[in-house]
């Protein structure tokens, strides 16, 4: 089981950028697939982002490809979520999720496919 923990958001304006951080407590993260989705209010949770380190493999939603940039850092227990040029409907609460994938080639863009999940952070942005 991997304890992940999400910090880094708040409140923007459109056009503004933030950046997630998703710590990983007791293990590294080499042969986990680390995603992100995101839910808004009356919504279901939806794919962001995924990456497989061991993979070399990242994967985005449509909606934020070339605006969002996931990546995790040197220790391989902190996984990122940059975020630029954002919009309104990127509004939700993001959460970070884990799901150890040796031997796979991409993470899954599945939530239910995740076994581990942090406790979420909100994103606002305004217009």
């Known amino acids: 089981q991997v304890q992940l923990v999400e910090s880094g958001g708040g409140s923007v304006q459109a056009g503004g950028s933030l950046r997630l951080s998703c710590a990983a407590s007791?293990?590294?993260?080499?042969?986990?697939?680390m995603g992100w989705f995101r839910q808004a209010p009356g919504k279901e949770r939806e794919f962001v982002a995924t990456?497989?380190?061991?993979?070399?493999?990242?994967t985005y939603a449509d909606s934020v490809k070339g605006r969002f940039t996931i990546s995790i850092d040197n220790t391989k227990t902190t996984v990122y979520l940059q975020m630029d040029s954002l919009k309104p409907e990127d509004t939700a609460v993001y959460y970070c999720?884990?799901?150890?994938?040796?031997?796979?080639?991409?993470?899954?863009?599945?939530?239910?496919?995740?076994?581990?999940w942090g406790q979420g952070t909100q994103v606002t942005v305004s217009s």
């Open positions: 007791g293990r590294t993260l080499s042969d986990y697939a």
């Open positions: 990456i497989l380190e061991s993979a070399r493999s990242t």
């Open positions: 999720a884990a799901r150890y994938a040796p031997f796979h080639n991409m993470g899954p863009t599945n939530s239910r496919l995740y076994t581990d």
